[in-house]
Each structure stands twice: as structure tokens, then as C-alpha cells.
């Protein structure tokens, strides 16, 4: 059986609202970190082609041609100008490919959160026995241990990627240059693509469990729901008192208006249209009350004690109700079907019949 301070309720879209407001979401550091080495990695192998063409260039500038006669700060500065341009459009293409991956992680973890609060100074951070407090945590505890579990896990995926290139590591000795720089180049792109994806699943087992950490995190025990309740919508008690209070007056106009009524209209029980015409008096019949349900049978009620007829006519009590308010004449396009029943309800209590309703301008 469920304890009050049980948190055992979902929670509320009001409660991921506030927490969203404060800057709490489901974030993973791991993951934004992971995801930005594998695709760091992969945009270095598909665009890095003019980096190597750069630093081939540079090096055959710096290495060959004619000696430098000077080398004061004129000259110097000069060269590197000269040399800043290629080397911003080879680095450029990376960076804005770095950019653009870390910037779609965030957003994928937490969206955008605009939170100025967080600019203020929090001197609570800076507390020594607070910060004492979170060192000995288990959340660090938790951090501890699965970085520990990150560090065995890179070693055994680097120690696996290169036991399987130990062959390649031996023949070395009868390659030439160019060709130990393209197996070298090789074999540390994949193994650092290898422990990449490795430090990925990783990130996304560390964003799964911050996921289920944030969400009990937000469970609500019944006393909080019950005050979140009462702070959006009111007291219920208060609020049970109100809607009896307006229920109880609108009674008390239905025992007002409906006497007056000359006749009304039913669908048969579930909707109820009080007419009231006096052709010295009113231009077209008025609508002086109109119910659903038990507003509905209240009607009928008033209207049987007090001799009143009630006509069953389901599309014309329909019409009445959705498109009359209260105190207000019936439109032009209902003058027939009510003109009609009023006649009927004249001859009934034997009174002359009254002037035809005038439709208005």
C-alpha cells in the first residue's frame, strides 16, 4: 500500500515545465563528447585532405627553394599572412564541421533552454562543506566508478585494435618512408575510430540511465500532485463550494424565467428551450431560459408545474440551443417552425393568436 511520501506518480506536464525552466533535462557529458570524437574523426578522414595538402605545401615552401638572406619581424610577419589564408581554409571546413555536430548533440539531449538565472552568481557552489558534500556523493561515486569502467574498457579496445595490426607493426622495417607514414596514419585512425564507438555506446548507456535517473527524479508523491492541483485550480473544497454556488444560482433564474414562458421545446429529455413571446412588447420570440441535462429536466419540472406545454421538436430544441443565447429573439430563419408551435400553444389554452413575429432588418 502506497505511503503519502511515496513517490509514486508520474509527473506532471506542470513539474517537467518548472524543472525545464530550472535547467534540469536529461544531459549526458559523455555523450556530446563521444559523439563530437567519433564524427570528429570521420570528418578528419573524409575532409582532411587539404590539411596534408597544406602541410605539404608549407613544408616543401619551408624545407626547399631559395635560403632566407632575412628574417627580421617586416619579413616575418609577411610570411605568415601569406601562409594564415591557406591554412584557414584547410582548418575552417573541420572546425565548422566540429561545430555544427556539438551544436545538434546539445539539442538533441535538452533542446534550447534559455535560462538567464543561471548568469547570476551562486555562491552556494562555492561552498566548501557543499562541495564536500557532492565529493562523497553517490552520484560521484556512480561518476567514479564508471569512469574507471571508461578507462579499462579504451585500454582493452586499443590493446584488441593493435594486436590485430601487430603483423603490419613488424613488416614496417621493409617499407619505405612514405608508406610507414600511411600505415601508421592507418592504424591509429581506426584504432582511435574503434575506441570512439566504444566511448559512444558508452555515452548512450550513460544517457539511458541519466534518462531513468531524471525521471524518478521527477516522480510526484499524491501530497505533491494534491498541492499542484491546488495551486493551478484552487482548493477543491473551495472550488465544489463555488460551482454549487453557481449551479444554485442559475437554479434559482430557470425558477424565475421558466413561469414565464409560454412554451417549451425538447429534444425529448436531453436538451430543454423555454420560448416566451408578447407581440405588444417584443419583435420575435426570446429565449428566457435553456438547459442540457439536468438543467434540462429542471426546465420540464418547472414547466409541468406550472402548466406550461412541452413540445418535443429535436432539430428545432437543437437549433434553439446552439445558436440562442438567453434573453436574446430567435433568428429569421427559425420565425417559421416557431411561429407554428406557438399557434398551437394558443389554441390549446383557447387565446387568441398573436401577431406574426416581424423579421428584423
Known sequence: MDAEGDKSQEATQHRR?????????????????????????????????GLVTYFADYSQRQFGGAAWLTADSGFLLETWI??????????????????????????????????PDKLMPDFSRVDPLQGFRRLFSMASVVRL????????????????????????????????????????????????????AALLMLAVADYAYQYWKYEQDLMMTNQEVREEMKNLQGD?????????AQRQ?????????????????????????????????????????KGAGILAQRIRKLALEHGIPIIEKKPLAQALYKDVEVNHPIPDKLYAAVAEILAYVYQLKGKPLPKAPTPQS
Not at 569502467?149 to 594486436?163: D, E
Not at 434559482?252 to 428551450?273: G, S
Not at 420560448?275 to 429565449?287: E, I, K, S, W
Request: net charge positive; charged share 15%; aromatic share 8%.
Open 249 to 289: 444560482l442559475v437554479l434559482n433564474r430557470l425558477a424565475k424565467t421558466v413561469p414565464k414562458a409560454d412554451v417549451v421545446v425538447t429534444n425529448p429529455t436531453e436538451l430543454a428551450v423555454a420560448l416566451r413571446y408578447d407581440d405588444q412588447t417584443m419583435l420575435a420570440p426570446v429565449v428566457v431560459a
Open 17 to 49: 515545465q518548472q524543472a525545464r525552466e530550472e535547467g534540469q533535462v536529461p544531459r549526458s557529458q559523455d555523450l556530446g563528447s563521444a559523439v563530437l570524437l567519433v564524427g570528429g574523426l570521420w570528418v578528419l578522414f573524409s575532409l582532411s585532405g
Open 82 to 115: 601569406g601562409e594564415l589564408s591557406p591554412l584557414a581554409r584547410a582548418l575552417l571546413p573541420l572546425l565548422a564541421a566540429g561545430m555544427v555536430i556539438s551544436i545538434v548533440t546539445s539539442l538533441f539531449q535538452g533542446g534550447i533552454l534559455f535560462l
Open 145 to 196: 566508478v564508471f569512469g574507471i569502467f571508461k578507462v579499462i574498457i579504451v585500454a582493452a579496445v586499443a590493446y584488441w585494435s593493435l594486436q590485430g595490426r601487430y603483423e603490419d607493426l613488424l613488416l614496417m622495417a621493409f617499407l619505405t618512408l612514405p608508406q610507414i607514414g600511411a600505415l601508421l596514419f592507418d592504424i591509429l585512425f581506426w584504432t582511435s575510430m574503434k575506441i570512439a
Open 236 to 244: 477543491p473544497q473551495i472550488l465544489s463550494r463555488r460551482r454549487a
